[in-house]
């Protein structure tokens, strides 16, 4: 059970570069959420998907794009990179109701120069 | 609007010493309350949580009262060790349009020396 796992760990990319940040689960979790993390600022939502072929918004989603083919994967898209894209990324599961806990990956720090 | 409010970092302290770190929340209707504990280099996990008022949630020697008459929710631990030393994240967990909507503090770092 290798829980929620995310590749690559480390990017960098020039502006304007389009990329995927993979994210996959093996808990069978109906919920998969993807945040950014800068500093000051906590962990922002930026899209979330309750189940295959559903996806939303969070609160950050401009220059971001998703899809959810399957229960285990959850992709990001950066369509055209910008430095204020600049963050560590985290992937995130659940089950999805209010009480459950949020099972994070390890992360992947993105620089764009 | 649904927010969290903890106290800002670094909190420094020596081995043995006595922790608490505050946590203050606005919701609309009844959310659940997390802490969540991130390491150097590594992501979220999850410290401890209470789902309804008076709920006490520990782990690790870590614990927290969801207090709904203050809307807190603080963390403590009676003696802290070097190990301890991280990022502290306090949230809470709402319903919101049939999603799971968590909303997090701006988190607090805990550094414990020897």
């Known amino acids: 059970n290798a829980g929620v796992t995310q590749t690559p760990k480390f990017q960098v990319l020039k502006t304007g570069q389009s990329m995927t940040l993979q994210c996959a689960q093996d808990m069978n979790h109906e919920y998969m959420s993807w945040y950014r993390q800068d500093p000051g600022m906590g962990l922002r939502l930026i899209h979330y998907?309750?189940?295959?072929?559903?996806?939303d918004q969070g609160e950050v989603p401009n220059g971001y794009n998703v899809s959810r083919s399957t229960t285990e994967d959850f992709p990001l898209r950066l369509l055209s990179a910008a430095p204020s894209q600049t963050s560590v990324y985290f992937c995130?599961?659940?089950?999805?109701?209010?009480?459950?806990?949020?099972?994070f990956g390890p992360g992947t720090r993105l620089t764009v120069l | 609007g649904n927010s969290v409010t903890q106290m800002e970092g670094p909190v420094t302290l020596s081995e043995e010493a006595f922790l608490t770190i505050n946590c203050t929340y606005t919701a609309t209707g009844y959310p659940s309350l997390f802490w969540y504990v991130q390491y150097p280099g590594e992501g979220l996990q999850l410290l401890l949580k209470?789902?309804?008022?008076?709920d006490k949630g520990s782990n690790k020697g870590f614990e927290a009262t969801y207090r709904k008459e203050t809307t807190s929710f603080h963390l403590e631990k009676g003696s802290v060790q070097v190990s301890d030393s991280a990022v502290y994240f306090c949230?809470?967990?709402?319903?919101?349009?049939?999603?799971?909507?968590?909303?997090f503090g701006t988190g607090t770092r805990l550094l414990v020396s020897p």
């Open positions: 995130a599961s659940s089950f999805g109701s209010h009480t459950d806990t949020q099972y």
């Open positions: 209470a789902t309804k008022a008076d």
């Open positions: 949230a809470l967990s709402l319903m919101n349009t049939g999603f799971q909507k968590l909303v």
């Open positions: 998907s309750v189940g295959a072929g559903i996806t």
